[in-house]
């Protein structure tokens, strides 16, 4: 057999071969995927939804003025509070409703159960990035910076003591609580209300024509003054729970009696201010511990 031969007959065999043998196709990796979970399929555990406003041009914005907090929603577990952004109230809610597209909270006041109202959440989007609340438009927090923010600064005014120029600081979150007063004996207490003041410090007001908000503890009795009122309720219970004192109370009004429980939280370690149906209020004995106005 010649060279010829055998070079051709290579050849053939390797080309038979070649033919026999399958390619695999050549695949890419997959490539991971974000969570396609849509905003409105998340947790409504714990949420807050931001107040919008239309700027000069139309678009929206978060207004922030100095002399208040953003208005806002959130939902903290079984607990609605709404922020007007100089007050803010708590609710407790009874349960959540799907109507249509819309989430309707039916809600209570703390310690009115008769007291019922509700909120609903209307989707202004696919998305769930803005909704209307009450009539007004609000934003997730979670995409506010989809949004510009607008600061309005403070009016400077030299005849009033908390007036600043500039933002306001904020008020600090809970500085720690105060378990030894709130395991003590609460049976003489004086809370006086007090205000965070635009200078970065609480605020206690001393006015001729009006007598302070408080709360006072005397004996079994809490008195509750108002604007000039006081209501006297028996205290029930009073007992803490981990940083909150709860006093369980009742009231004769028209001949009826009227349940009515407080929570008095602690805002610090050592009892000075604290946290009474949505207001700040300080105990009278560290009263010389913050701004008084006159």
Not at 89 to 103: C, K, M
Not at 137 to 157: E, M
Not at 244 to 266: C, D, P, W
């Amino acid at each position: 057999m010649n060279r010829t031969n055998i070079l051709w007959g290579t050849l053939l065999g390797c080309s038979l071969l070649c033919l026999g043998m399958r390619l695999r196709p050549v695949t890419a990796e997959p490539i991971p995927q974000r969570s396609k979970v849509k905003p409105q399929a998340q947790s409504w555990k714990s949420r807050v939804f931001i107040r919008l406003q239309r700027d000069s041009t139309g678009q929206y914005a978060i207004y922030d003025y100095c002399q208040s907090s953003i208005p806002s929603y959130r939902i903290e577990g079984r607990h609605l509070v709404h922020n007007w952004g100089q007050e803010q109230e708590r609710f407790l809610i009874s349960r959540r409703e799907r109507r249509g597209a819309d989430h309707v909270f039916v809600t209570s006041s703390e310690g009115e159960p008769q007291a019922t109202s509700s909120f609903r959440f209307t989707p202004l989007d696919s998305l769930g990035l803005l909704w209307r609340i009450e009539g007004e438009p609000f934003i997730d927090s979670l995409y506010a910076d989809r949004v510009p923010l607008r600061h309005h600064p403070c009016p400077h005014d030299p005849e009033q003591e908390d007036a600043v120029c500039g933002r306001a600081p904020q008020e600090p979150a809970p500085q720690g609580r105060a378990f030894k007063v709130l395991n003590q004996d609460w049976k003489e207490k004086t809370f006086l209300n007090v205000y965070w003041g635009n200078r970065g410090r609480y605020v206690y007001e001393e006015r001729a024509d009006l007598p302070p908000m408080s709360y006072r503890i005397h004996g079994d009795l809490l008195i509750r003054s108002v604007e000039g009122r006081a209501d006297t309720a028996v205290i029930q219970r009073s007992y803490p729970v981990g940083g909150i004192r709860i006093l369980s109370t009742f009231i004769s009004k028209g001949g009826r009696s009227e349940q009515r429980v407080y929570r008095i939280t602690s805002r610090d370690s050592l009892g000075v201010i604290w946290e009474i149906e949505g207001g700040r209020y300080v105990d009278s004995l560290y009263l010389d511990k913050i701004h008084v106005k006159r």
